[in-house]
């Protein structure tokens, strides 16, 4: 962790069972969304979560990034994409075919290409909540990294700077659109190729790492946060994320 890392970001002791949100849910073009951190704050992050909805490690990240820079104070957006209805978290990692049988079957619809164009919507109706809002910013995990990597490389980009965390599907083919700053933390679970590749890829101010000993979804659902060294690389990866946001911002 650099100096300038440990200047800026001092995040509170993350909870590791309980934990109580510090935002709340408002509804934006139709869409539940957790919101938390500064309310006039000019500068908002869209957090899109992974698989498993509203778990309370992501709740938590959200927060984090919310207001763990001392100087700098963000306005957090987590919409409900799926609507009530994500993942179930015993069906990860899919060890058997009723398990493989059941993920399968929920993700015919959480395609991305579904939920894609619900952004634009969600951001105009965010910036109506908060007008002080004047850029983007995007955090994903794990399916949400997905969603952070296509959107980072739209012809008109709605966010100035990406970070993604254990990403699905990673494909180097994005990463050559991309043209915004972007972070990628990856997992152990994810493909060394991939991610070299991916980073290869990338044209435009970056930070890639690898987080060999952390399981895929380490800062979001999966995160277990009782496990002293799981604990500290999610604290680690948060703080990277926030460094990563307050220099790209």
């Known amino acids: 962790m650099s100096k300038h890392s440990e200047a800026c970001c001092r ?26 951190g500064l309310e006039n704050s000019n500068t908002a992050i869209l957090s899109v ?31 409900d994409f799926f609507g009530g209805n994500p993942a179930k978290i015993e069906w990860y990692p899919p060890t058997d075919d009723q398990k493989k049988a059941a993920l399968g079957k929920w ?40 969603m952070a990597s296509i959107l980072a490389g739209d012809e008109e980009p709605l966010f100035k700077v990406a970070v993604q965390t254990s990403p699905a599907m990673i494909d180097p083919a994005d990463g050559v659109k991309v043209k915004i700053p972007t972070m990628m933390l990856a997992s152990e679970e994810e493909s060394v190729e991939d991610v070299n590749k991916y980073e290869e890829a990338l044209k435009v101010p970056k930070h890639v790492e690898i987080f060999g000993s952390q399981v895929h979804g380490f800062m979001s659902a999966r995160a277990n946060l009782g496990e002293e060294k799981a604990r500290l690389e999610y604290e680690r990866g948060y703080k990277l994320a926030l460094e990563f946001f307050r220099d790209h911002f």
């Open 11 to 36: 995040i509170p002791p993350v909870v590791v069972e309980g934990y109580q949100p510090k935002g709340r849910y408002i509804e934006l073009d139709g869409t539940r969304t957790y919101v938390t």
């Open 49 to 79: 979560y992974d698989i498993f909805g509203f778990f309370p490690q992501t709740i938590q990240g959200a927060d984090i990034l919310a207001d763990g820079d001392v100087e700098k104070k963000y306005q957090v957006y987590m919409p």
């Open 107 to 146: 993700f015919e619809g959480a395609v991305w290409p579904k939920h894609l164009p619900k952004v634009r919507g969600l951001l105009e109706a965010a910036e109506k909540h908060n007008p002080n809002i004047k850029s983007w910013g995007i955090v994903g995990y794990c399916w949400g990294g997905k």
